[in-house]
């Protein structure tokens, strides 16, 4: 029998809790069969839900979120169900018969020969970030259903569900539904989504630290209140294992934000994980970020376990780790990739065999970050910097996923600074604590698609809509006049589009009443709606139409026929591209291209950059760290200085016939690349003829022709209001932001039914869009959305600003004979910043000897 404690059905002790004696029976037994009890937090969820309250439970990983998410929704499904009437044995009412004789009837397994009757009607809904997490979450729950012989339907529904299978969802819902948030709005964009949430009771948000303070939060805190409309006594649960601040998330879970309806449930603590940062055989690099020295000992640490969990930060990281491995995979291991650009059939291979035990190990990505367990994964291998202790500690929770062992570790850093990021990450998780979470108000892209979905589904009264969408969080500060404003946009596009009729969506009943002004907007819609804008992608296929998954249309223009590359493991070579599909097949020979995508940078959290500026201070923590580290920080501190708290460390220095100008504000590579922009504009406007920069996360080198003297005032907090707009306006950012926005809120859309629109249509027609409204409309609602992102996720505006104000209140200049050594692993960045991580880490490492030979001596 499969060991459920793997999967959020981890049991213990009872606690005392009295609501023990309100589980039925079936389920008691159950527990009984398994010499399992409930744990304390599983039966407070179920008092939360028998006193009516929202709950948020905030539980370590492998502590039975899962079962205590669903306690409430078994108990309340087995007591509505029924034993079968007795032929002819009469019954006086309807109701009468549906009710059983006692309160142990309900919960008890069906006599031999007899099954329970099912309940009619969708009763639960979970919102999961993954679409592998729902699924998985549907396989662990039929085991112990059907072991309950409870008739208990548990469906999932993301994009990848068949079309025949969602009709038919709608029309005869399962009892348990499990989906992500895009799938929710697009089920409430039918006008039988009254019908179908009419008997719905609650709704589980899983991981919701994974997106709740982000767009997938705000078009999920909408749908919640528009399920809060359908069904007023509905009841809503989230579940996190690491919460910073969990008053935060109890206001976007309430409705109206107030936290008080929303009880806090609290885990006990789980068992200490057992952390280890795996040193290289020789020195801790000087730079690289892929970690890939370390191939040898991961082979051997996959010989020592049954199966083991291999973390990258990015798909191309994952491709090129996966190549690695199998290249010096002399025992033959079997290892898999998994990852969110490899076709739903590559995943569901990979997933399947990892739930059999058919793998040793499998290289991932964030795909399989969140819950998605199996109970043989007793290593996690996190490679490269983890960029957070909530991400981290969420990572090391797929090893031995019980509450009562510990979570193996393994983090593999990159280079030198890498280093004291990942010892910067393990300290925190011992101390158990996690990142803080920066709430935002909703932004307007996606309040407009929701509007527009709901009207899809009939026709609305613009002051109850308000009404309704100030109820959540993010939203709950919209006034009037602005959402008026929204409304305009999607009934006209605005007054610059507005004798276009394909903006022309909505129309105004005589009873005052908006609905669509044509049914094929509805149609329209549903093909195009959705929170993730991903860049411009091709098909990767073999001419017998089999699906390996896709690659960035900016990668595939760089590949001819007969090319070669690594994608999904495999060595392929390009046969012919054909409108969105690029045909291959196996190549004879290794290939070294692997693609790489754009996606948004995992950013380096706030908290973490502190620990790490703390850690470059505490001399008397240096004992503990490899020699060559501490040898490098030693000589930093005697050559130059060391950035103290508060404090930005700026050095000038001479280098190879320029003069370079390196920052060490430990803000991370968003702002740190938007400063770069911002400086190298005011050095050309001051006549120092800056070259070029550099940016990581720890740090910024620009270089130029003329030497830097006076640092500070290139870093005056008036380069925002000066710089910055004219920055964001003239670059590709602003337009970046607008193609996002644009497809968001429906304005320009990406496909139609038979056919889509490829990359460079959808950004023609963007840009287009864009100067148009530039030109006669400055003040349109999306050019002000554009700016949000602009402000906040492109450039991170915010840790800018506090950037400045550092330097401003305490800036270091340090003027230096040659590179310090604190400088040289982003020197030997310079002119690869571009390259695929991996690929040019050999050259880094010779490099940056050489160049280490020059920092290191006295």
């Known amino acids: 029998m499969r060991n459920w404690r793997h999967r959020g059905w981890n049991a213990g002790k009872l606690s005392g809790i009295k609501s023990v004696v309100n589980l039925p029976p079936i389920i008691l037994d159950w527990f009984a069969e398994r010499g399992w009890q409930p744990r304390r937090h599983q039966l407070e969820m179920l008092d939360a839900a028998g006193a009516g309250r929202h709950a948020l439970l905030v539980a370590a990983t492998g502590a039975g979120k899962t079962l205590a998410g669903f306690l409430p929704t078994l ?10 009437a007795k032929a002819g044995v009469q019954t006086q009412s309807k109701n009468a018969q549906t009710q059983p004789k006692n309160a142990s009837e309900a919960g008890s397994r069906p006599a031999p ?24 979450v549907r396989r662990n729950l039929l085991i112990p259903i059907a072991e309950m012989g409870l008739p208990i339907r548990v469906e999932a529904r993301t994009g990848d569900t068949p079309s025949d299978r969602k009709a038919r969802q709608r029309v005869k819902p399962p009892h348990i539904l499990l989906t992500t948030p895009e799938s929710l709005s697009l089920l409430l964009s039918h006008e039988d989504s009254v019908h179908m949430f009419a008997t719905l009771k609650r709704v589980i948000v899983d991981e919701v630290h994974a997106f709740a303070n982000g767009k997938r939060g705000d078009l999920l805190s909408l749908s919640l209140a528009r399920l809060q409309t359908l069904a007023p006594a509905l009841q809503r649960v989230a579940l996190s294992a690491t919460v910073a601040d ?15 309806q929303v009880r806090l449930v609290e885990g006990e603590a789980a068992a200490e994980p057992d952390l280890t940062i795996l040193l290289p055989q020789g020195r801790v690099p000087w730079a690289g970020h892929s970690g890939q020295h370390a191939i040898p000992q991961l082979i051997e640490e996959i010989g020592r376990n049954k199966i083991t969990l291999i973390f990258c930060n990015t798909r191309f990281l994952a491709e090129f780790i996966f190549q690695k491995l199998w290249d010096a995979n002399e025992p033959k291991y079997a290892i898999g990739i998994h990852h969110g650009s490899l ?12 739930a059999e035990g058919k793998l040793r190990a499998l290289v991932c990505t964030s795909s399989l970050d969140l819950g998605v367990d199996w109970g043989n994964v007793d290593c996690v291998i996190q490679m490269g910097a983890p960029k957070g202790s909530s991400r981290l500690l969420q990572r090391i929770g797929r090893s031995n996923h019980r509450m009562d062992a510990p979570s193996k570790a393994i983090l593999v850093p990159g280079n030198r600074f890498e280093y004291l990021e990942t010892q910067a990450a ?3 998780v011992a101390e158990g604590v996690r990142d803080g979470e920066t709430f935002r108000p909703g932004c307007y892209d996606v309040l407009a698609q929701h509007v527009m979905g709901l009207a899809c589904a009939g026709p609305f009264d613009e002051g109850e809509l308000l009404a309704e969408v100030q109820s959540a969080l993010p939203y709950s500060a919209l006034d009037a006049a602005t959402f008026a ?7 006209t596009g605005g007054y610059a589009l507005k004798a276009y009729d394909r903006f022309k969506k909505l129309v105004k009943d005589p009873d005052g009443r908006w609905r669509l002004s044509h049914p094929q907007f509805a149609a329209q819609h549903r093909f195009n709606a959705g929170i993730i804008v991903d860049a411009p992608m091709l098909q990767v296929r073999f001419r017998n139409g089999r699906k390996l998954g896709k690659v960035e249309e900016s990668f595939a223009a760089t590949l001819s026929p007969g090319n070669c590359f690594t994608f999904a493991g495999m060595a392929l070579e390009v046969e012919s591209i054909k409108d969105l599909d690029l045909i291959v097949r196996a190549a004879t020979k290794p290939a070294a291209n692997i693609p790489s995508y754009m996606g948004a940078r995992l950013p380096l959290t706030t908290h973490l950059a502190g620990r790490v500026r703390q850690m470059l201070t505490d001399r008397a923590g240096w004992a503990r760290f490899p020699d060559e580290v501490r040898e490098w920080l030693e000589m930093q ?13 700026v050095e000038t220095f001479p280098h190879d016939k320029r003069y370079y100008m390196v920052a060490y504000p430990f803000e991370g590579w968003n702002a740190h690349q938007s400063l770069g922009m911002l400086i190298t504009r005011r050095m050309e406007s001051r006549g120092l003829m800056p070259m070029g920069f550099v940016a990581s996360d720890y740090a910024l080198a620009v270089w130029s022709l003329k030497p830097i003297t006076d640092p500070r005032p290139l870093f005056s907090a008036d380069i925002l209001a000066d710089e910055f707009v004219d920055w964001v306006e ?11 926005v644009a497809v968001i809120s429906g304005l320009v859309e990406r496909q139609h039914p038979g056919k889509r629109k490829t990359g460079k249509q959808v950004t023609f027609s963007t840009d287009l869009i864009y100067d148009v409204l530039r030109k006669y409309e400055p003040d349109h609602l999306l050019l002000e959305a554009a700016w949000a992102d602009a402000r906040t996720r492109l450039t991170d505006v915010g840790r800018l600003g506090d950037l400045l104000d550092r330097a401003a209140d305490n800036m270091l200049h340090v003027d230096l004979e040659r590179v310090s050594p604190l400088a040289v692993p982003l020197l030997v960045m310079i002119g690869r910043e571009s390259v695929a991580q991996g690929s040019v880490d050999d050259a880094l490492l010779m490099e940056a000897e050489s160049l280490a030979s020059v920092a290191m001596t006295p």
Request: aromatic share 8%; with cysteine.
């Open 75 to 84: 108990c309340a499904l087995i007591s509505e169900t029924r034993a079968p």
């Open 485 to 491: 404003r929204v409304i305009a946009f999607i009934a």
């Open 730 to 740: 003239s670059s590709y950012l602003l337009k970046r932001a607008f193609r996002e």
């Open 637 to 649: 501190a005697y050559r130059s200085q060391m950035p103290q708290a508060g404090q930005l460390l």
């Open 426 to 428: 393990f300290d925190a």
């Open 343 to 354: 076709s739903v059939e590559a995943r569901r291979k990979v997933e399947g065999a990892m």
């Open 113 to 136: 020969g007899h099954t329970l009757e099912p309940v009619v009607g969708l009763h639960t809904l979970y919102i999961s970030p993954l679409k592998a997490l729902a699924t998985d």
């Open 246 to 260: 969990p008053d935060d998330y109890r206001a976007w879970l309430a409705p109206n934000g107030d936290i008080d």
